[in-house]
């Protein structure tokens, strides 16, 4: 649109411009508002995974339950309290104070359960539905982590590491202990049924990648021990009364934020495959499919607000019809 200041000396014949030149100029102007208007409103109405593709959602996971006091530390950021619903990012790490417990789980329900004065990190976590590229890896550094393991392990490569193994996660429910300090107990690794009795398969490989051996059965176990050399050893562990009444502890509390954590995956998967999206037959805006039009004019014979077509007036609640005039009799 010209200044005002222009049309006027349009108007008084100053600008090179005539005024037939400028009224057809001023005409095509108009006419072409409804379009800008249109295409304005279809800009801000566009869903949120076309508006910001910069920021697409590249959290990993989620906290599902959590009892006193737990942190994450991201990247170079000083270490932050974390809360339920907190999104989980990769190369997280995360840690649990005293007297308190983490639950997380991952976009392949995958979930971990930390006990108290345990520290974890998040090496690795790439999960597509359907993927033949899945992976994940997290290091155990010290404390009693639960896990039990779902799609990525069994479709893909799932890794737990410890100071002093690695172990390959065949699907199933385990409890890696890393104690700390002086004479403190040697580490283990558990394997224990999943909820629905079965059970899978946990293979123990040295930091180098030595083989060390498989737990295959229901409640078994290997301490890890210095052997001869001071190579690492992965030798057969009793799991004694008291330790087996303790881990039955924190399985139930493994298998709860497990339970509760799946249905938090699943409403994420939800939200992310609408990505901001209306259903099938709805538009963003508000604009209806096909035979609707914007702001609620109605197709072809409709009129905004409920008018009828032109050629038939509309009668009010309660009025009367109009009566016709009397026809002239003919003489």
């Known amino acids: 649109m010209l200044p005002w200041t222009a049309i006027k000396r349009v108007e008084n014949g100053q600008g090179a411009m005539k005024r037939r030149d400028f009224l057809t100029f001023l005409s095509g102007t108009v006419a072409s508002l409804p379009a800008i208007w249109l295409r304005s409103a279809r800009s801000q109405n566009q869903p949120p995974s076309s508006q910001a593709a910069a920021t697409a959602d590249t959290s990993i996971g989620q906290v599902a339950a959590l009892s006193g006091t737990a942190t994450v530390t991201r990247a170079s950021a000083a270490r932050a309290a974390l809360k339920v619903a907190d999104l989980i990012y990769e190369k997280d790490t995360l840690q649990t104070d005293v007297n308190s417990s983490l639950g ?77 300090g002086a004479g403190a107990a040697a580490p283990t690794v558990k394997l224990y049924p999943d909820a629905d009795g079965h059970v899978g398969r946990i293979d123990v490989f040295d930091r180098q ?76 805006g508000g604009l209806r499919p096909n035979n609707r039009r914007p702001g609620g004019l109605q197709p072809n014979n409709r009129r905004p607000g409920g008018q009828q077509p032109f050629n038939r007036p509309q009668r009010l609640p309660g009025q009367q019809p109009r009566p016709r005039p009397p026809k002239e009799k003919k003489r």
């Open 104 to 180: 997380v789980t991952f976009d392949d329900q995958t979930t971990f359960s930390l006990s108290a004065n345990t520290r974890i990190v998040i090496d690795k976590f790439v999960y597509q539905q359907g993927g033949s590229g899945n992976a994940a890896s997290f290091n155990v550094a010290s404390g009693t982590a639960a896990f039990v393991a779902s799609l990525v392990a069994k479709t893909g490569d799932m890794k737990i590491a410890t100071p002093q193994a690695t172990l390959g996660i065949r699907g199933t429910t385990g409890i890696v202990d890393v104690p700390q």
């Open 209 to 284: 990648g030595g083989r060390l051996g498989a737990l295959t059965q229901g409640s078994s176990a290997f301490a890890f021990r210095a052997g001869p050399g001071g190579r690492i050893a992965a030798v057969p562990y009793q799991i004694p009364p008291q330790e087996a009444a303790r881990d039955r502890g924190v399985l139930q509390r493994l298998n709860v934020s497990h339970n509760i954590g799946r249905q938090m995956t699943i409403q994420r998967q939800q939200s992310r495959g609408r990505g901001g999206q209306r259903p099938n037959n709805q538009r963003p």
